[in-house]
């Protein structure tokens, strides 16, 4: 059973383009992570959400924590191919210190 | 600073064989974890450290899998024998505390066993 469920799986866009995406759960997160994972190289902390219904900017890139803090949400607006790579969503259960749950990954690959 | 430090980064070998992986976490991380990841996927936490105390090693397949962090500082995740399905991406991961979520991922060490 995927604790954390991310939507879609794999995404090809042309440069320029948006798009979103999902990680969905149905249960509470006290804290959710989002990382960038290139080629050949460990995942890369993107942002951390605390508070239900948090919105975090990163440049090109948009963070949402749902209210319930059960879901969350990554827009990439104008997507360029630095881009390009593994998205991966990671929550920590308010039982279980220390422990992060990683969804199973978003492949995005952006064309030129 | 010097981020997460892990050798080989590539390891090929037989079947049956032993295999041994090594890990030098960020300077003053005190948490360090193991994590299997397989093509395309997220990462399995396979064990995690507190200082040289492995208080998380409920997915470890024992049977194989072994894995030390003798002075609480770097750390070696070994599997005798090793088996094709073993075959994946093993990252090392640290953090400063239990209570500090935010990971620090380094490259980590592919393995193909054939």
């Known amino acids: 059973t995927q604790l954390l469920e991310q939507s879609p799986q794999f995404l090809s866009i042309q440069e320029g383009e948006n798009l979103t995406v999902y990680c969905n759960s149905s249960?509470?997160?006290?804290?959710l992570q989002w990382y960038r994972q290139e080629p050949g190289e460990g995942p890369v902390l993107l942002v951390t959400?605390?508070?239900?219904?948090e919105v975090k900017k990163l440049k090109r890139l948009t963070f949402q924590f749902g209210d319930a803090r059960k879901d969350s949400s990554l827009h990439i607006t104008a997507a360029q191919p630095g881009d390009t790579g593994l998205y991966l969503c990671?929550?920590?259960?308010?039982?279980?210190?220390?422990?992060?749950?990683f969804g199973q990954g978003t492949t995005l690959q952006v064309k030129p | 600073e010097a981020g997460v430090v892990q050798s080989p980064r590539y390891k090929i070998i037989e079947k049956k064989q032993p295999v041994a992986f090594w890990c030098n976490p960020i300077?003053?991380?005190?948490?360090l974890y193991w994590y299997l990841q397989n093509l395309g996927q997220g990462p399995e936490l396979l064990i995690r450290?507190?200082?040289?105390?492995?208080?998380?090693d409920s997915q470890l397949p024992k049977d194989r899998f072994s894995a030390e962090r003798l002075k609480g500082v770097d750390s070696t995740l070994k599997i005798q024998p090793a088996e094709l399905g073993d075959s994946a991406v093993y990252l090392c991961?640290?953090?400063?505390?239990?209570?500090?979520?935010?990971?620090?991922f380094g490259p980590g060490t592919r393995l193909t066993v054939t």
């Open positions: 991961a640290s953090s400063l505390g239990q209570t500090d979520y935010e990971q620090y």
């Open positions: 249960s509470v997160f006290s804290s």
């Open positions: 959400v605390v508070t239900g219904g």
């Open positions: 990671a929550g920590a259960r308010p039982s279980n210190t220390g422990k992060l749950i």
């Open positions: 300077s003053g991380h005190n948490t």
């Open positions: 450290y507190e200082n040289e105390e492995a208080v998380d």
